[in-house]
Protein backbone atom coordinates (compact mmCIF):
# COMPACT_ATOMS: atom_id res chain seq x y z
CA UNK A 1 0.00 0.00 0.00
CA UNK A 2 1.60 3.08 -1.14
CA UNK A 3 -0.99 5.18 -0.18
CA UNK A 4 -0.80 7.16 3.32
CA UNK A 5 -3.83 8.38 3.52
CA UNK A 6 -5.29 4.70 2.34
CA UNK A 7 -3.37 3.04 5.38
CA UNK A 8 -4.29 5.64 7.98
CA UNK A 9 -8.01 4.98 7.14
CA UNK A 10 -7.74 1.17 7.02
CA UNK A 11 -5.82 1.27 10.24
CA UNK A 12 -8.05 3.46 12.42
CA UNK A 13 -10.82 1.08 11.14
CA UNK A 14 -9.33 -1.57 12.36
CA UNK A 15 -8.39 0.02 15.54
CA UNK A 16 -11.61 1.16 16.48
CA UNK A 17 -13.10 -2.70 15.51
CA UNK A 18 -10.60 -3.92 17.79
CA UNK A 19 -11.57 -1.48 20.04
CA UNK A 20 -15.48 -2.72 20.31
CA UNK A 21 -14.24 -6.19 20.14
CA UNK A 22 -12.21 -5.53 23.39
CA UNK A 23 -15.41 -4.07 24.86
CA UNK A 24 -17.25 -6.80 23.95
CA UNK A 25 -15.52 -9.63 25.38
CA UNK A 26 -15.59 -7.88 28.95
CA UNK A 27 -19.12 -7.19 28.42
CA UNK A 28 -18.47 -3.47 28.73
CA UNK A 29 -20.25 -0.99 26.46
CA UNK A 30 -18.89 1.64 24.76
CA UNK A 31 -18.72 5.33 26.26
CA UNK A 32 -20.67 8.59 25.50
CA UNK A 33 -18.85 11.88 25.32
CA UNK A 34 -21.28 14.69 25.52
CA UNK A 35 -20.49 16.77 22.39
CA UNK A 36 -20.00 20.70 22.96
CA UNK A 37 -23.81 22.07 22.48
CA UNK A 38 -27.03 20.51 23.62
CA UNK A 39 -27.64 16.43 23.33
CA UNK A 40 -31.35 14.22 24.84
CA UNK A 41 -30.07 11.26 26.41
CA UNK A 42 -32.39 8.66 28.55
CA UNK A 43 -31.25 7.55 31.14
CA UNK A 44 -31.78 4.06 32.46
CA UNK A 45 -32.22 3.14 35.88
CA UNK A 46 -29.46 1.03 37.28
CA UNK A 47 -26.91 1.21 39.71
CA UNK A 48 -24.14 3.19 38.31
CA UNK A 49 -20.83 1.06 37.59
CA UNK A 50 -18.19 1.92 40.09
CA UNK A 51 -15.20 2.96 37.68
CA UNK A 52 -12.20 2.94 40.74
CA UNK A 53 -9.79 3.21 38.24
CA UNK A 54 -11.05 6.68 37.10
CA UNK A 55 -12.57 8.41 39.80
CA UNK A 56 -16.09 7.95 38.23
CA UNK A 57 -19.17 6.33 38.12
CA UNK A 58 -20.83 5.04 34.86
CA UNK A 59 -24.24 5.35 34.50
CA UNK A 60 -26.50 3.76 31.51
CA UNK A 61 -27.89 5.82 28.94
CA UNK A 62 -29.54 5.77 25.30
CA UNK A 63 -27.90 8.22 23.50
CA UNK A 64 -30.01 10.25 20.64
CA UNK A 65 -28.90 7.07 18.00
CA UNK A 66 -30.64 4.92 19.78
CA UNK A 67 -27.28 3.41 21.11
CA UNK A 68 -26.88 2.16 24.55
CA UNK A 69 -23.40 3.66 26.31
CA UNK A 70 -21.94 4.60 29.61
CA UNK A 71 -21.55 8.08 30.60
CA UNK A 72 -18.96 8.43 33.50
CA UNK A 73 -19.70 11.10 36.12
CA UNK A 74 -17.67 11.95 38.87
CA UNK A 75 -19.69 11.39 42.38
CA UNK A 76 -18.23 14.53 43.83
CA UNK A 77 -19.99 16.46 40.90
CA UNK A 78 -23.43 18.21 40.76
CA UNK A 79 -24.04 15.96 37.87
CA UNK A 80 -23.75 12.72 39.90
CA UNK A 81 -26.44 14.38 42.61
CA UNK A 82 -28.69 15.51 39.56
CA UNK A 83 -29.19 11.99 38.04
CA UNK A 84 -29.56 10.11 41.62
CA UNK A 85 -32.39 12.50 42.33
CA UNK A 86 -33.84 11.70 38.63
CA UNK A 87 -33.51 8.19 39.13
CA UNK A 88 -35.12 7.82 42.53
CA UNK A 89 -38.33 6.73 41.25
CA UNK A 90 -36.81 3.93 39.19
CA UNK A 91 -37.89 4.55 35.89
CA UNK A 92 -36.30 5.71 32.63
CA UNK A 93 -35.96 9.48 32.30
CA UNK A 94 -34.76 11.87 28.86
CA UNK A 95 -32.30 14.45 29.76
CA UNK A 96 -31.16 17.68 27.75
CA UNK A 97 -27.68 17.77 28.54
CA UNK A 98 -25.49 21.05 27.67
CA UNK A 99 -21.83 21.08 27.30
CA UNK A 100 -19.88 24.45 27.31
CA UNK A 101 -16.03 24.41 26.77
CA UNK A 102 -13.25 21.99 26.67
CA UNK A 103 -10.86 19.96 29.21
CA UNK A 104 -10.85 21.72 32.75
CA UNK A 105 -13.22 24.78 31.58
CA UNK A 106 -16.04 22.05 30.72
CA UNK A 107 -19.01 23.21 32.42
CA UNK A 108 -22.35 21.12 32.05
CA UNK A 109 -26.12 22.35 32.36
CA UNK A 110 -28.49 19.02 32.81
CA UNK A 111 -32.76 19.11 32.36
CA UNK A 112 -34.97 16.66 33.33
CA UNK A 113 -37.31 16.34 30.42
CA UNK A 114 -41.05 16.13 31.55
CA UNK A 115 -41.99 14.19 28.68
CA UNK A 116 -40.24 11.10 30.47
CA UNK A 117 -40.34 7.73 28.36
CA UNK A 118 -44.21 7.87 28.82
CA UNK A 119 -46.13 4.39 28.16
CA UNK A 120 -42.71 2.15 27.58
CA UNK A 121 -41.44 -0.30 29.94
CA UNK A 122 -38.07 -0.30 31.18
CA UNK A 123 -37.07 -3.76 29.58
CA UNK A 124 -38.58 -2.83 26.37
CA UNK A 125 -36.02 -0.07 25.86
CA UNK A 126 -33.04 -2.78 26.45
CA UNK A 127 -34.79 -5.00 23.81
CA UNK A 128 -35.00 -2.05 21.62
CA UNK A 129 -38.86 -3.71 20.59
CA UNK A 130 -40.08 -0.02 21.20
CA UNK A 131 -39.11 3.37 20.07
CA UNK A 132 -38.23 5.81 22.96
CA UNK A 133 -40.45 9.35 22.14
Known amino acids: MSNPL ?3 EQESRRLEEERKKNLEDKGYLPF ?3 PNGTSTITILPEIPRDMAQ ?5 FTIINELGEQN ?3 VNPRSPQYAFLIRALRDGMPHKVSVTRIGE ?5 YELVLLK ?3 KAYSYPALL ?4 EIK
Do not use: I, M, P, Q
Open 6 to 8: EYF
Open 32 to 34: WSA
Open 54 to 58: YGRKA
Open 70 to 72: VWT
Open 103 to 107: KLGTR
Open 115 to 117: DVV
Open 127 to 130: DGKK
